[in-house]
């Protein structure tokens, strides 16, 4: 009776600890994400939010953290504003050990006063060599009152980028002469103004003269805290040029922690 006994629980055990060890080891798929896009009033309050590029179940649970979501309100020349929000969000998608799933947020990229058109696609050709620097690309866009683009200005890197990262910068350039985003208006009149477009990449030293590509948007969805000081110095600087010329197109700021949340 006692072997037996002995030999259920050793069995109980093991079980137990295959079911642990299989749970520790589930696959986690770092591929999922939602395109999220609503409106923020005067306020700082999110409405018509709208959520796709996700499963329906997925989905929904995105669209009830985003509506307890905080934003700095846009601002038009020192006044806040109503004005869109999207970008896309990164989550981390992990299965269990009793058939499920548990998923978190990690990162929310291109957004910051976002536009529901997305940015055209295209490859990267950094040609021979090994890409060995860190460099973050910023260009200033110019918007016409349609949304189409007016000008493009290279500001970042502040010195000449690598020769390697040309083919970079050259993509980048053209992508965005191809870009049309979503017209701003004030009190129903639409404006003109501008952005400040940032494109970060990371040296892939076993990649043979290719890049990781880090965050990829408007500037007001960076973390700076996450880049070189002196690129954070440059971003800073630009988006004050803006808001002294009173041009910088208004864009609501998430205030509310993304990475690392449980949905």
Sequence with gaps: MRLAVLASSLAI???ALGSAHAQEKSPVDTDVR?????????????????????????GALVYKRAKEWK?????????PISAPFSGWLKLDAQSTAAGGFTVRMSALDG???GDSTEMPS???????????????????????????????????PRRAPPMQAQGV????EGMLKLWRGEPRSVEGKAV?????????????LMGR???????????????????????????????????????????????????????
């Excluded at 934003?71 to 006044?79: E, L």
């Excluded at 003109?192 to 892939?204: F, G, I, Q, T, V």
Aim: some cysteine; overall charge negative.
């Design 122 to 156: 295209r490859a990267d050709d950094l040609g021979g060599g090994k890409f060995l620097s860190h460099v973050v690309f910023g260009y200033v866009v110019d918007l016409r009152t349609d949304g189409s683009v007016a000008s493009i200005k290279a500001v970042l």
């Design 13 to 15: 055990a093991t079980l």
């Design 34 to 58: 939602a395109h999220v896009t609503m409106r923020v009033d005067e306020q700082g309050q999110p409405s018509d939010i709208k959520v796709t590029g996700a499963s329906p179940d997925i």
């Design 209 to 263: 003269g290719t890049s990781t590509t880090g965050y990829r948007g408007w500037a007001e969805g960076a973390d700076l805290a996450a880049f070189p000081d002196d690129v954070a110095l440059g971003v800073q600087e630009e988006l004050s040029a803006l808001d002294e010329q009173g041009t910088r197109c208004p864009a609501p700021v998430l205030e509310t922690k993304v990475a690392g949340v449980a949905l």
């Design 192 to 204: 003109a103004c501008s952005r400040l477009y940032l494109e970060e990449h990371k040296p892939n």
């Design 111 to 113: 957004g910051a006063g």
């Design 169 to 172: 910068a050259r993509n980048i």
């Design 71 to 79: 934003f700095k309100p846009a601002q038009w020349q020192g006044k």
